[in-house]
């Protein structure tokens, strides 16, 4: 018999990632090509549906043919995707209308400032637990009824069809035949009712929305049917879509209630699974086929990568950033210097547009590596606010943090984590945990994998970091870098 794999779709922000994977979640086989998004102006970002569909194909196919595999050898497909990017088709000729419209974009925050003023504000609000914002595809899709000539006749017409990347992936790759998304994703477009996981028809009415033009909503690990057998040469089945960083939190095993992942990037994306009670601004993190639905907090620090970047391109002028692990630990201490990281504003939990980045505690005794020291603590210290939200509005106390992306490898800013929260930090050896997320949902429900408590053992961990400092210091110091974040956010608010 032939050996089976798993197959990832992994639609990311800035590329298109084919991943084949075996019974043991190693990689065997990946494909990856940059995809190139458009600014039409400043603050809009778009992307070619088709352009996606097309690289889509192209590091499928790649990927089996540099693993020696066809798609005989495929157990089932995963797919992840980018949230909140949204595109808008015709299902008679499978042409978008318009391109894809991402989750960065910003051309609706006038709308987004327009619906908080109304009473629709109060039904999102009650639906999804949270203010509308640019970031959901609802107000990407209302842009574009409201921009493109004759648009609503052909929506009464029925012959128009919208979704996020994945919808429209999942369209492709069965010739049509399925419009469908899950709860992750369809949580991404501010539509979908928090209790119920269906589509809100108070909303919908409110915004004038068909609920014709809308994906069925699966679960995560739901059937999504077949490819069809002219794509790879096989009907090979779909079996798990995912948001990217729930899928991140899935793949991490963090099945558990208290386990949260943090992914070190240009920015840190940090996700809580809180367990199956919604609390607000809850979303949902995987829904399993039998009705389970399993909840998560999210929170965001921008910048923390890149201000790292910044730092020895443009201030220091001297190092590299591979190099700020050894120049932390040669500083020995922070002597008093705090990094307030609002090179892009603060988010989570500040949410401070106008916030500014700054350096505190400065002596002509301080030296390069007592500064590169300090801008790392600093992405410490926001990820323990972020985390401690979260723990304030679930009730949910963090007792596991594990970590992924190209900041996780730093052992500095590793241990330096789990030192200011108090618990383990685990670093995951497998770097590609959204696309193992996908995976593990895909092998769940087809069988090729019996169990999550299987998965769980066969996540693999590079190191662990235990805290090694007093609760008495670790709140002594991140309580003066709270102090002075508040005054930062006085500041500029000019009180």
């Known amino acids: ?61 790649a990927s089996l043919r540099k693993g020696g595999l066809s798609a005989k050898n495929i157990h089932a497909t995963g797919i992840t995707n980018q949230r909140g990017t949204m595109v808008l088709w015709d299902k008679e000729n499978g042409l978008p209308l318009y391109n894809a419209i991402s989750w960065q974009d910003q051309r609706t925050s006038s709308l987004c400032d327009e619906l908080g003023k109304g009473d629709i504000d109060v039904l999102f609000c009650e639906s ?12 990407k899709l209302l842009w574009v009824l409201q921009h493109i000539p004759n648009i609503r006749d052909r929506v009464s017409d029925g012959n128009l069809l919208f979704g996020t990347l994945d919808s429209w992936i999942v369209w492709k790759l069965t010739g049509g035949r399925v419009h469908a998304t899950d709860n992750s994703n369809a949580a991404s477009t501010h539509m979908v009712h928090r209790g ?81 009670k919604a609390v607000p601004t809850a979303r949902v993190a995987w829904t399993k086929q039998g009705g389970t639905t399993t909840f ?10 890149s201000m790292l970047q ?68 600093s992405t410490a210290y926001i990820c323990r606010a972020i985390i401690e939200e979260m723990q304030e509005k679930s009730g949910v106390k963090l007792n596991q943090l594990r970590i992924d992306g190209r900041g996780s490898r730093n052992n500095f800013l590793a241990q330096f984590q789990a030192d200011s929260l108090g618990v383990n930090v685990e670093r995951s050896a497998l770097m590609e945990s959204t696309a193992a997320g996908a995976a593990f949902m895909a092998g769940l429900s087809s069988g090729f994998w019996p169990s ?38 006085h500041r500029e608010r000019g009180e």
């Open 128 to 139: 999804m637990g949270d203010h509308i914002s640019p970031a959901f595809s609802v107000t």
């Open 196 to 276: 119920t996981q269906q589509w809100d028809k108070k909303i919908l009415d409110r915004l004038d929305i068909p609920l014709s033009i809308l994906p069925a909503i699966k679960p995560s690990n739901g059937f999504f049917g077949y490819m069809d057998p002219d794509i790879l040469g096989e009907e090979v089945p779909i079996c798990s879509v995912m948001g990217d960083q729930q899928a991140s939190l899935y793949g991490q095993a963090c099945f558990k209630a208290g386990m949260a992942k943090c992914t070190y990037g240009t920015g840190s994306f940090i996700l809580m699974n809180i367990g199956e």
């Open 452 to 489: 999550e408590e299987e998965l769980a053992e066969m996540w693999k961990k590079d190191r662990i970091f235990p805290p090694v400092v007093s609760q008495k210091l670790r709140d002594r110091m991140y309580g003066k870098w709270s102090r002075i974040v508040n005054l930062a956010l």
């Open 310 to 377: 910044w730092l020895f391109d443009e201030f220091l002028q001297v190092g590299t950033v591979d190099e700020s692990e050894k120049m932390a630990f040669e500083a020995k201490d922070s002597k008093d210097i705090y990094v307030i990281p609002a090179f892009l504003g603060l988010q989570a939990p500040y949410y401070d547009s106008r916030a500014k980045g700054m350096i505190t505690g400065l002596t002509l005794g301080i030296k390069k590596e007592d500064i590169v020291r300090a801008f790392l603590e």
């Open 1 to 61: 018999m032939r050996k089976k794999f798993i197959l990832v779709i992994d639609i990311g922000t800035t590329n298109i990632k084919s991943i084949i994977l075996d019974e043991n979640a190693n990689i065997v086989s990946s494909s990856i090509q940059k995809i190139a998004a458009i600014f039409p102006k400043e603050g809009e970002v778009e992307y070619e549906p088709l352009k996606l569909w097309n690289t889509t194909k192209e590091v499928m196919t």
């Open 296 to 305: 998560k907090l999210e929170g965001f620090a921008a910048a923390t990568g």
